[in-house]
């Protein structure tokens, strides 16, 4: 499956530099920047992309590295994808286009 460079600009825009799991427990990444002077963040598909999670911005989130690794090899529950994606990623995603 490809992936469009686009969508993961616009979750990482939407963002605005600040980790969108609403459970995050560690902030300090808020607005932190890399060397290249992007946001340290990761984004990733709400639903393995590999077995056929969107990639659109709606379906994907911006995490911090620990909620990364978190959302993808810790014990994730289907409440907790949920959330992700309707709480934080689709109202998310649908606020940035009221705005635009």
Known sequence: MSRI?????????RSGGACEN?????????SAL???????LEVDHIDDHAKGGEDLPRA??????????LKTRGTV???????LR????????RQLLADA
């Open 60 to 69: 994907m989130i911006a995490l911090c590295p620990n909620c990364h690794a």
């Open 5 to 13: 460079a686009a969508s993961r600009q616009a979750v990482l825009e």
């Open 34 to 40: 890399s060397r290249n002077g992007t946001y340290l």
């Open 22 to 30: 609403p459970l995050c427990p560690d902030p300090r990444y808020t």
């Open 77 to 83: 529950t289907d409440d907790f994808r949920q959330l």
């Open 86 to 93: 309707v709480i934080t990623a689709l109202t998310k995603h």
